[in-house]
C-alpha cells in the first residue's frame, strides 16, 4: 500500500465516521423527541384515568341517590 492508498482509506473513514455520527445524532435527536412525547401523553393517561375514576365515583353516587329517591317517591304513592 502506497500513501495515496493510505491518504484515500483515511478519507473514506472520516468520511463513513462522519456519516455514522451525522446518523447517531439524527437518531438521539429522534429519541429525545420520542421520550418527550412519551412523557407527556403517561401524564395525559394519568390526568385522564384519574379524571375518568372521579367521574365514575360521582355517577355511583348519583345513582345510589336516584334509587333512594325513587324509593321515597314509592313510598309517597
Same mark, same amino acid.
Request: cysteine-free; glycine content about 4%.
Given at each position: ?42 401524564? %395525559? +393517561?394519568? =390526568?385522564?384515568?384519574? *379524571?375518568?375514576?372521579? /367521574? @365514575? $365515583? %360521582? +355517577?355511583? =353516587?348519583?345513582?345510589? *341517590?336516584?334509587?333512594? /329517591? @325513587? $324509593? ?6
Amino acid at each position: 500500500m502506497n500513501n495515496s492508498d493510505l491518504k484515500g482509506n483515511m478519507e473514506d473513514a472520516k468520511k463513513q465516521k462522519k456519516a455514522i455520527n451525522a446518523e447517531i445524532d439524527r437518531l438521539e435527536a429522534t429519541f429525545e423527541e420520542n421520550r418527550r412525547e412519551m412523557l407527556r401523553l403517561a401524564d %395525559d +393517561n394519568k =390526568r385522564t384515568s384519574g *379524571r375518568y375514576g372521579e /367521574l @365514575l $365515583e %360521582d +355517577n355511583h =353516587r348519583i345513582n345510589e *341517590r336516584i334509587h333512594t /329517591l @325513587l $324509593e321515597q317517591m314509592w313510598k309517597l304513592d
